[in-house]
């Protein structure tokens, strides 16, 4: 069990400029979530994938926001045409399908958009 | 709609001694879990304590406690015996269980612990 892992730890972008996060959840689980946190306030949900499918999204989730996990292991989160609004922790959890399950986060993507 | 409050900001205390975090939340479900995640500074979240709100018997993880009042809507989480490595952003978190309409934990806006030595 080697924990949640996600490249970049750190991105420096331009406004308008588009990005990629990738996520890589603990081997066996097949829940993955992504949530973005700004400085002073807790973690606010975006999207969660059961296996491949894209179950649940937030009205955080704008269009410019999208995320996929193509073969239900990793996940990637693009921001396109990026804004200043855009900068913040950006957090992957996973979990294993289990009644009470407990979610385990990696260590973040830091967005600075300039 | 679900919300977690967490009312301190800011918390102190001093090593060996107990700090109590408080945390209440609005819910309607009858069924639901409750966590404590500590985030130390430019460290990954990590799970503390975990509570069932089926269960009546409060959960504990070694020094870490919490008092779970169903009723009036609280989940304070106990630290015991304070270490320096204790020092980090606690917050309280609240999902529904799997199977309900969402599966997204829902966070407190956090309270900062300092340990003075």
């Known amino acids: 069990d080697t924990g949640v892992s996600q490249d970049p730890r750190h991105k420096i972008t331009k406004r308008g400029q588009n990005v990629t996060f990738r996520c890589d959840p603990i081997?066996?689980?097949?829940?993955l979530y992504w949530y973005r946190q700004t400085l002073g306030q807790g973690p606010e949900f975006l999207t969660y994938?059961?296996?491949?499918?894209?179950?649940?999204k937030s009205r955080l989730l704008s269009d410019r926001f999208s995320a996929e996990r193509p073969k239900g292991s990793f996940s990637t989160l693009e921001i396109q045409r990026t804004e200043q609004g855009d900068s913040a922790m950006y957090l992957c959890?996973?979990?294993?399908?289990?009644?009470?399950?407990?979610?385990?986060f990696g260590p973040g993507t830091r967005l600075l958009v300039l | 709609a679900q919300t977690v409050t967490q009312s301190q900001p800011e918390m102190s205390v001093q090593e060996a001694e107990t700090v109590t975090l408080s945390c209440t939340y609005d819910?309607?479900?009858?069924?639901?879990?409750l966590f404590w995640y500590k985030q130390p500074p430019s460290r990954q979240m990590i799970l503390v304590i975990r509570q069932e709100a089926y269960k009546q018997q409060n959960a504990t993880e070694n020094r870490f406690s919490v008092n779970f009042q169903k009723a009036a809507k609280s989940f304070s989480l106990k630290i015991s015996d304070s270490q320096l490595g204790d020092a980090a952003m606690y917050f309280c978190?609240?999902?529904?269980?799997?199977?309900?309409?969402?599966?997204?934990?829902?966070f407190g806006t956090g309270t900062l612990l300092a340990v003075q030595p």
């Open positions: 994938f059961q296996n491949e499918a894209q179950l649940e």
């Open positions: 959890a996973s979990s294993l399908e289990l009644v009470g399950e407990t979610q385990y």
């Open positions: 081997s066996e689980h097949n829940r």
């Open positions: 978190a609240y999902r529904i269980p799997y199977g309900g309409a969402t599966n997204k934990l829902i």
């Open positions: 819910t309607s479900e009858s069924d639901y879990y």
